[in-house]
T-cell receptor, first 111, second 114 residues
Framework: TQLLEQSPQFLSIQEGENLTVYCNSS?????LQWYRQEPGEGPVLLVT?????EVKKLKRLTFQFGDARKDSSLHITAAQPGDTGLYLC???????????FGDGTTLTVKP | NAGVTQTPKFQVLKTGQSMTLQCAQD?????MSWYRQDPGMGLRLIHY???????DQGEVPNGYNVSRSTTEDFPLRLLSAAPSQTSVYFC?????????????FGPGTRLTVL
């Protein structure tokens, strides 16, 4: 059973467009993290959200944690080719450190 | 700091062979973990450790063993490789394993089992 569903699975857009990717679950999480992974490398943490309704901004990236702490979204404004990569969400329920990852959204931004 | 290092970067095994994937971190992190990533999928937790001498199973532990004799090292052993274990393996570490901690990932080991 996949606890975290990410959508869309693939997204190909032109430079300058806006996009939103989603991470949904029927389970409540203590925190949710977003990672970006480039080909041939390990994932790199972008942000951690903890509070229901929390919004965090990282330059052109806006992350939101759902009020019920079951879902999250990542919005990118004016996408650039450097945003290309696999975006992964990961949820954790306790302080045990066991994160559950979604299957990821592969984003391609064409110049 | 080198961060999290993994060796080898690539490995090809025959079915039934055994091998050890090495992972080391120089950040004095207590928590270390092993994940596998299959094409088009996210990461699945194999085993994890909250400190030296303590290990526990993750989501997909069958066919793998781990030990944690030092804070720095967390090797993953494949006992008898199977084609289903063809995957990319990532080691990660964080300071204490808390749910808001940053996990730092190594560059991965790409394993093919024939």
């Amino acid at each position: 059973t996949q606890l975290l569903e990410q959508s869309p699975q693939f997204l190909s857009i032109q430079e300058g467009e806006n996009l939103t990717v989603y991470c949904n679950s029927s389970s409540v999480f203590s925190s949710l993290q977003w990672y970006r992974q480039e080909p041939g490398e390990g994932p790199v943490l972008l942000v951690t959200v903890v509070t229901g309704g929390e919004v965090k901004k990282l330059k052109r990236l806006t992350f939101q944690f759902g009020d019920a702490r079951k879902d999250s979204s990542l919005h990118i404004t004016a996408a650039q080719p450097g945003d290309t990569g696999l975006y992964l969400c990961a949820g954790a329920r306790t302080n045990a450190g066991k994160s559950t990852f979604g299957d990821g959204t592969t984003l391609t931004v064409k110049p | 700091n080198a961060g999290v290092t993994q060796t080898p970067k690539f490995q090809v095994l025959k079915t039934g062979q055994s091998m050890t994937l090495q992972c080391a971190q120089d950040m004095n992190h207590e928590y270390m973990s092993w994940y596998r990533q299959d094409p088009g999928m996210g990461l699945r937790l194999i085993h994890y450790s909250v400190g030296a001498g303590i290990t526990d199973q993750g989501e997909v532990p069958n066919g793998y063993n781990v030990s944690r004799s030092t804070t720095e090292d967390f090797p993953l052993r494949l006992l008898s490789a199977a084609p289903s274990q063809t995957s990319v393996y990532f080691c990660a570490s964080s300071s204490s394993g808390g749910h808001t901690d940053t996990q730092y990932f190594g560059p991965g080991t790409r394993l093919t089992v024939l």
